[in-house]
DNA sequence: AAATAATGTCAAGTATGCTTTACATTGTTC
DNA sequence: GAACAATGTAAAGCATACTTGACATTATTT
């Protein structure tokens, strides 16, 4: 699954720590994410989504992968 | 966070087993969702969005818990 | 009512998400 | 170019998602 946060994240200028923070998880969990180490619980997901005032689907993308 | 995966399955008239099949997990799996025993993973969400032809957010209702 | 299908639930194990700590690298500002 | 800010990355630990196997209960069919 790919996403679109650090593209969001930039867009709204703001920096990992500061989402980070405002999401109220770590710097590296975010640092994760935007890398593709691993993917978001529903609910960070959730929370990622309401931050950017988006769906889900509009920052993870789930291509069917295996 | 709950969710509307039971009235959505029962609404199609499918099993937790047949649903469990058709989204490759186990009967179990299905079954702890349903009773809200833990949240699904992003991927398997997704599939279940998918498999009902809605989006995430219409089955997993996320209310700000703490 | 007996047989079968569907669901509930529990335990133990593996995988993944997230944390903290720590240090290195890169980018920015003075 | 020195100082500071931002990001990358790695290890170890804890929590949660998901598995298989097993058995009990409830619902449905015959």
New binding site residues.
């Given amino acids: 699954m790919r996403n679109r946060l650090e593209e969001l994240r930039k867009k709204t200028g703001i ?3 500061a989402l ?1 923070d405002r999401l ?6 975010i ?5 593709g180490r ?7 997901a959730f929370k990622i989504a309401r931050f950017f005032g988006v769906n889900i689907e509009d920052i993870f993308i789930y291509e069917e992968e295996n």
Same sequence: chains 1, 2.
């Fill in positions: 920096t990992q720590e980070a109220e998880v770590s710097r590296q969990t640092g994760s994410l935007e890398s691993y993917n978001p619980s529903i609910v960070l």
